[in-house]
């Protein structure tokens, strides 16, 4: 079975603080991939990152860094120097080699206070 | 940019009628989805469809819901005789390869709020 877990169901922190989002995944599957979505207030689901299970190489994109470490099964997001802007809530998600589809975490909301 | 386009954004509707959630899915995309989120919880799988059939489903894809691709362009799911508990945000999604089988990013339409009443 497959499995996300999102610890922290609510974060909030004061702009320009760096902020870590937690996320532990369960899954059999020797391939698979990980997936971290943004769901602002306004309420779309918008793509963040994908990584797969071979690729254990930390990625930066601007202020957001993702830490993918497979002996703890896990796929943290850090955002440094948050913005108010960054206030959403934040999915991480799994897929593996045989399916078709993306399971979901429960999500973080993340607020960031001016 | 392409974007996956739902509509309507919002519909509204009587326990027991029939609805129909439209979809235009991103166009060089194979594979489709539908998820649903109750309000505040998480985003649930439906359904997955690829080369004019259902590839998988979940548990709650029940004998209630269907999808179709009429046409060339637009995706939809049909929700038979909708019950209260079918109010939920439904999103609509497509990739260019399968999530699993390839690990293609799904890109997700802006949703339709469906309320019962």
């Known amino acids: 079975a497959q499995k996300v877990t999102q610890a922290q169901t609510e974060i909030s922190v004061v702009e320009k603080e760096d902020v870590t989002l937690d996320c532990v995944y369960e899954t059999r599957d020797t391939t698979y991939y990980l997936f971290w979505y943004k769901q602002p207030p306004s309420g779309e689901l918008v793509f963040l990152i994908r990584r797969n299970s071979f690729d254990e190489q930390n990625e930066i994109s601007g202020r957001y860094s993702w830490n993918f470490q497979k002996s703890t099964s896990s796929f943290n997001f850090t955002i440094t120097a948050s913005q108010v802007v960054d206030s959403a809530v934040y999915f991480c998600?799994?897929?593996?080699?045989?399916?078709?589809?993306?399971?979901f975490g429960s999500g973080t909301r993340l607020s960031i206070r001016p | 940019e392409p974007e996956v386009t739902q509509t309507p954004s919002h519909q509204v509707t009587q326990m027991g009628q029939e609805v129909i959630l439209r979809c235009v899915p991103i166009?060089?995309?194979?594979?489709f989805y539908w998820y649903r989120q109750i309000l505040g919880q998480k985003v649930e799988f439906l359904v997955s469809?690829?080369?004019?059939?259902?590839?998988?489903k979940s548990e709650i894809f029940d004998d209630q819901f269907s999808v179709e691709r009429p046409d060339g362009s637009n995706f939809t799911l049909k929700i038979r005789s909708t019950k209260l508990e079918d109010s939920a945000m439904y999103f609509c999604?497509?990739?260019?390869?399968?999530?699993?089988?390839?690990?293609?990013?799904?890109?997700f339409g802006q949703g339709t709020r469906l309320t019962v009443v």
């Open positions: 166009s060089n995309h194979l594979y």
């Open positions: 998600a799994l897929s593996g080699s045989s399916a078709s589809k993306i399971i």
């Open positions: 999604a497509s990739s260019q390869d399968g999530t699993g089988v390839y690990g293609t990013e799904a890109f």
């Open positions: 469809f690829y080369n004019n059939e259902i590839s998988e």
